[in-house]
């Protein structure tokens, strides 16, 4: 029982964090980089002089990737798409794309966006994937440490303002953005098809409705 009440508690313990942290995501209050790792970033990005807020609320949400075109990455000055790889562009259980998936990734690599998948796996199929749609891609990346984050940016000689990181999981791919001060987008996850993968969800639920009036 006691189990039982910490777990229906925890939405509601975590609205209640996400609430008081909006604000200062908003204003991008830059915190005290020294007290965390992940803010060991390059010169060239502390010259640049870029505020890093440390917030799990995603700047943008929307319900799956084929929903962001590139005239939406334009406006906001984005030159590069960093895409996180289960369930946002594919379900664990599989490495095949649906047909607007796959449609969406041509469309996007002809649009002169730059798009690099940034996961965490140590799996092959994430490479093998990219290889067959043409897509570079850095694994290992350590979200929500910043490593392949500034690994990406690096490969393409971009400021943080000028990329956004798009995935389905706010404690890796949002926070992960937040910190390297990249435009953090939230997606959908395609198919939580596991308890944990559910359990994780209900945890995220305050910071999504926290951020709710970002939907696009």
Request: charged fraction near 25%; charge should be positive.
């Amino acid at each position: 029982r006691l189990l039982l009440k910490i777990w229906l508690m925890m939405p509601r313990v975590g609205l209640n964090i996400a609430l008081k942290i909006i604000h200062a995501a908003d204003m991008e209050i830059a915190m005290d980089k020294s007290a965390f790792p992940w803010y060991d970033i390059s010169n060239h990005y502390e010259q640049a002089e870029v505020t890093m807020p440390f917030s799990p609320l995603p700047r943008l949400i929307t319900e799956s990737l084929t929903d962001i075109d590139a005239q939406l990455l334009r406006d906001r000055g984005i030159e590069l798409l960093m895409l996180d790889f289960d369930n946002t562009i594919v379900p664990y259980t599989t490495c095949v794309p649906t047909e607007p998936m796959r449609r969406w990734l041509e469309e996007m690599k002809g649009s002169g966006i730059i798009l690099c998948v940034v996961s965490n796996s140590h799996n092959d199929r994430v490479p093998k994937f990219c290889r067959e749609y043409g897509i570079d891609c850095i694994t290992h990346a350590k979200k929500p440490f910043t490593k392949g984050i500034r690994e990406c940016l690096c490969k393409y000689g971009l400021e943080p303002s000028k990329a956004a990181l798009v995935g389905d999981q706010i404690y890796t791919d949002t926070l992960g953005a937040n910190c390297a001060g990249v435009t953090a987008i939230l997606v959908k996850a395609i198919d939580n098809h596991n308890f944990w993968l559910k359990a994780r969800h209900v945890l995220e639920k305050p910071f999504i409705f926290a951020a709710r009036k970002r939907r696009i």
